[in-house]
């Protein structure tokens, strides 16, 4: 019988990462690895951050999905360099995959690097990167109680963005539980609330997000 020890795999998944984290600093990247449910928002709110950040910084994105380009389409439209992983099933990247994708880019035109996870709020949360910094998005549609419910990958996030608050009008969604079960998770977490498609609290993270890729 043949037992594959998975606490080995994520040692060396953690070692990978810290190449990538090693290259990205040699690079002067910044590297955001952005994780969230399929639905809640990552793509679009990539979307409407890169517009607000057009005149201040040069951004690059790794899009990861199960199958499909649809979102590295997206993100090409608006003239961003973009790599597609197709992870052909895996629920999540890891530290291989991002280093194979990151080969893509001229880093001497780069300041930011977003990792667009797949949508899982499970695994990923396992699975270091290489990033400098995680947010972790919980839409308005999907409920103010996933913070108990799925609490590792918040406790291991840097940022919390709660999107989709144009929708709060149509919700019993509740701001003030969520932040709390955040703030109770990790403390020393960033929330913004914000709405992508209204405009919501974007300069505020922008401002924030730029001075951090400094
Ligand atoms: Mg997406
Ligand atoms: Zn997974």
Redesign the pocket.
């Known amino acids: 019988m043949r037992i594959v020890a998975a606490k080995k795999l994520l040692k060396a998944n953690d070692q990978l990462a810290e190449e990538n984290r090693s290259r990205f600093n040699r690079s002067g990247v910044f590297v955001v690895n952005v994780v969230g449910s399929p639905g809640c928002g990552k793509t679009t709110l990539l979307e409407a951050l890169f517009a607000k950040l057009a005149t201040r910084l040069a951004p690059a994105v790794i899009e990861g999905d199960l199958a499909s380009s649809i979102d590295a389409e997206r993100i090409e439209r608006l003239g961003i360099p973009v790599v597609q992983i197709n992870t052909d099933g895996?629920?999540?990247l890891d530290a291989t995959m991002v280093a194979a994708a990151a080969d893509g880019f001229d880093y001497d035109k780069l300041d930011l690097l977003v990792i667009e996870n797949?949508g899982?709020l499970?695994?990923?949360a396992g699975f270091d990167l290489g990033e400098h910094l995680r947010i972790v998005i919980l839409s308005v549609s999907e409920g103010d109680d996933k913070i108990a419910k799925y609490p590792t990958i918040f406790q291991k996030s840097h940022v919390l963005l709660i999107t989709k608050t144009d929708l709060l009008k149509y919700s019993n969604f509740n701001v003030e539980r969520a932040v709390a079960d955040m703030k109770h998770l990790a403390p020393e977490a960033e929330i913004f609330q914000v709405s992508a498609l209204a405009g919501y609290g974007m300069d505020d993270l922008a401002d924030w997000l730029a001075a951090k890729c400094g």
Do not use: L
Request: with cysteine.
């Open positions: 895996a629920c999540h797949v899982n499970v695994c990923p």
